[in-house]
């Protein structure tokens, strides 16, 4: 596991890349969250494997209202989150998500996973399983994105470098298995084409199955535009001070001139 946590805590500039260029890969899943939830919020948020953070401060800024809590296996990943992201209701806090005490005493009605379901090991999940039952609400949803099977194995062909320390297989069985481990059902499944046709698939495991009337389409809430994401970076004085060490002076320089 150390060797795991290793390679996510030399992550971060990817992860700040991926932030500073718009990934249209975390852009599509962020999306996905915002219009899954629409004008029905969760109350509160569980953004397993948040990295540096970007995802679970989107939802913050998405549900006011509601409580976010983004955790990660690295604690050098979460550092950079708190420097980066504040807000009321928005916290981070290091977790290894098949620890057997992931979180105590909390309670959740939406868990988000985005491309981090496979790196679970297969013959985790089953652990993986019963611990999230312990955060889970009366009703919840869980929406995940990873990978599909096809992308999977074009990477072991053509990129394995671009493969991860653990980077399992997912498709529709598996999360019907998830599902059924849960009590609930797998209620949305697609596919999605990023770079490539077919390439990631977004899901959704939920209790919550409504039947009432649709209600009138609100005026869809935007994330955060490069404008925006430069003044974050500007106000909080990123990566500077405290995160130079991380990133260090020539990412510095890179990063200040794609903000001019």
Request: charged share 25%; glycine share 4%.
């Amino acid at each position: 596991m150390n060797s795991v946590k290793d390679f996510y805590n030399n992550f971060d500039n990817r992860l700040l890349k991926d932030f500073i260029s718009n990934n249209p890969r975390v852009v599509a899943a962020l999306e996905f969250v915002r219009d899954y939830f629409g004008p029905n919020p969760p109350q509160a948020i569980l953004d397993i494997g948040c990295g540096i953070g970007w995802s679970s401060y989107e939802f913050s800024r998405l549900y006011k209202n509601g409580r976010v809590k983004g955790i990660d296996l690295s604690d050098r990943l979460i550092t950079v989150a708190k420097q980066i992201f504040t807000a009321p209701n928005l916290s981070f806090s290091e977790k290894d998500l098949t620890d057997s005490s992931m979180i105590a005493n909390e309670q959740y009605d939406a868990v988000v996973m985005i491309d981090v379901f496979e790196h679970i090991p297969a013959d985790s999940r089953s652990n993986f399983y019963q611990d999230l039952k312990k955060v889970l609400s009366k009703e919840f949803s869980i929406l995940l994105t990873c990978p599909t099977k096809k992308h999977q194995e074009f990477l072991r062909s053509n990129n394995p470098q671009g493969l991860q320390p653990v980077d399992e297989d997912i498709d529709a069985r598996v999360l019907q298995d998830f599902a059924s481990s849960l009590g609930a059902e797998l209620v949305f499944y697609t596919h999605r084409s990023i770079w490539r046709t077919n390439d990631y698939l977004h899901a959704v495991i939920s209790n919550k199955i409504t039947y009432q009337d649709i209600p009138a389409a609100d005026k869809k809430m935007s994330l955060m535009n490069q404008s925006e994401k430069k003044a974050l970076l500007v106000r909080k004085r990123i990566p500077l001070e405290g995160v130079t060490e991380f990133f260090g002076q020539s990412f510095i320089k890179r990063i200040k001139k794609s903000l001019r």
